[in-house]
């Protein structure tokens, strides 16, 4: 009979579906075989005895220690069962036997099968340990084939892989940001991400862990990343060096209870590290992207009013036009015009001049839509198209902004703000330039009555 199918009937006897063959080394515990978590775990847990209350029961030349209730508890390190026994085995092993269903063998029986178990172990395979190797390296990878654009969906990604990696019913990812603490959790939606309550335990959980990793097989703490939400064990590590904030949380939860080996450990630590280089990507291409669009917002925009220069305007004019060409709904077109302000300049100066100026861009903003483009296209004209504007409406804001205009009062009481505005409703086929040049010959018509 072979190892396996030895330790195969070792379980069967007793009932049992796994069995741990856990080894003395000094004041540790290493799991060395076994069959179920026993075999799939093999070479990847190890404890600290006195860390083991159950384990200090089951000393050697003690009975077993049977442990059975209606939900799962910890028997020994990351594992977790609704029914076991902890078997003494000499001096040297502690065997633990789980089953969904209350273990009947007795004491004797356990004994005996246990002594069994433990002949039967041998070294961890190679082939195990090429299997550990090739589940760090599968996490890892799947982790890299990610193209990080911005933090808050990398941060996403992270707590997805690691979750998935280390089979965890909840994975998070905290970061720190200008805006405050951020939270990314796998699988969940944005109001569950944005849940404050949950940001304040994950940053209170952060600050406990200090400059190590904590690993608590059997959390006692009732907080949302806690029993609270059904997690019953959590691992919580920072992502790189930490300085930046980063940390990654991980729980198994009550519907399938277990704690974290030490391949678990090695795996979350191999993410971390390679996730700090991800975030790292995600934090420089939104700085590159906000710079751009900083940059565009710059050549698009009158540095004096805050309102769009001429290449805003000429690009407004071109979308306008070809969205007028496919749907045919009304627009308008206005040219204003700051009256007297080379007179301004010569007399009271520049700043004066650039006053009437700001002045005229605020009054134009105010009565006009969001939806309105509104440009200084030239030293003293404004440009202003208004979408989905019938002509019947104008004459009115025409007069509300001349009254405007009237009640204005700049820093020197001498100034007095006057527009001249002239406006045009192109026809159906009528081209926007065409009626551009209409409303600039009523424009300057007005301001010749002025």
Known sequence: MTATAAMDAVAAALGASDVLVMQRAGEALQLVGGTGRGAGWAGSVE?????????????????????????????????????????????????????GSPIRASDAELL??????????????????????????????????????????TARHIAEVAGGALSCEFAAVLMKTADGPMVELAGATREQCDDPQLCTDLVRLARRMGDEPLVEQDVEDAGLVGRGMGIVSRYALAIGDGQDGAVLVVGHGSVRPRGFTSLCLRVGRSLADAAEVLLSQAAAREQLRAERDLFARQARTDSLTGLGNRVAWTDALEAESARRARYGHPVVLMTVDVDGLKRTNDRFGHVSGDELLIGAASILRSHLREADVVARIGGDEFGILLPETEADGMPDLVA???????????????????????????????????????????????????
């Open 112 to 153: 005996r099968h246990a002594a069994e178990a433990v002949a039967e172990v041998g070294d961890v395979s190679s082939a195990k340990l090429l299997a550990d190797e090739l589940e760090v390296v599968d996490a890892v990878r799947k982790l890299m084939q990610f193209r990080p654009e911005n933090i808050r969906d």
């Open 47 to 99: 404890v600290q005895a006195a860390d083991e209350p159950h384990v200090g029961l089951a000393g050697p030349g003690e009975a077993p220690v049977r442990l059975s209730g209606s939900d799962p508890v910890r028997v020994v390190g990351p594992y977790w069962s609704q029914h076991a026994a902890l078997v003494p085995v000499g001096d040297d092993h502690v065997v633990a036997v789980g089953s």
């Open 400 to 450: 509300r902004i001349e009254a405007a205009c009237r009640d204005w009062r700049g820093s020197n009481p001498e100034l007095r703000l006057s527009l001249s505005v002239g406006w045009a409703a192109p026809d159906a086929g009528e081209e926007l330039l065409d009626a551009l040049r209409t409303a600039d010959e009523r424009m300057y018509l007005a301001k010749r009555r002025a």
